[in-house]
């Protein structure tokens, strides 16, 4: 419980605000948000669409499709089916368009070395 835990590091040093308000964040979250919205909610109305008819088209998702496979347990299977197939289409996209524009991101702010009080080094700019 000394002086020495609170140094400050390099990420302190960093102006974050000054960071969001780059061009190359507003990119990374511009295509983050493209991305995110439209899926959210395309898989909340595929979910309440699956929530509904099973409480109001009972008759309908009891269909029998084959043997005890009714309509209703298809499509619940689907929704976990989906879900996977969301989450490996995000990190498809992430890998491709998001990762890049990040890692850019925190090699500039992480790039630079600092002393022990947050100060450039080396004539480093921050």
Sequence with gaps: M???????DAAAAVDFKEVQAT???QEL???????VFPMSIAFLLWYFAYVLLADYAV???STKVWGNINIGLLLG???FVSTFAI???YVSYCNRKLDPI?????????????DKHGNPVGGAAK
């Excluded at 000394?2 to 400050?8: L, V």
């Excluded at 979250?29 to 991305?35: A, C, E, L, Q």
């Design 87 to 89: 989450t490996g289409w």
């Design 29 to 35: 979250r511009k295509r983050h948000r493209s991305f």
């Design 102 to 114: 990040a890692s850019e991101i925190r090699h500039g702010i992480e790039g630079h070395e600092f």
């Design 59 to 61: 008759e309908f998702m």
């Design 2 to 8: 000394g002086h020495d835990a609170q140094e400050t």
């Design 23 to 25: 061009e190359q964040f």
């Design 77 to 79: 299977l689907l929704q």
